[in-house]
């Protein structure tokens, strides 16, 4: 039998503050590959998007492909 080769994981959510919650578990990769879906978790993981900053990397070319629009946080 052949096996299924799980899907890349091409998405990773970055965060400047330590990111706790239901969603986000604090010694998690936070690696998805679906990006709708880890934008949906990267702005569900903090409580207020407009003061907090997180991002969504695509892992393969290193591109901010999201980012919340924190208050001038750096990475």
Known sequence: MA????PPHDY??????PVHGSLLHANSQHLYADYSLAVAVAV????DPTRQEVRVVHI?????VFR???????F
């Open 60 to 64: 393969p070319s290193g591109e901010v």
């Open 12 to 17: 990773r959510i970055e965060n400047v503050d």
């Open 44 to 47: 569900k993981s903090v409580a």
């Open 68 to 74: 919340t629009s924190g208050a001038g946080q750096s």
């Open 3 to 6: 096996s299924v080769k799980a």
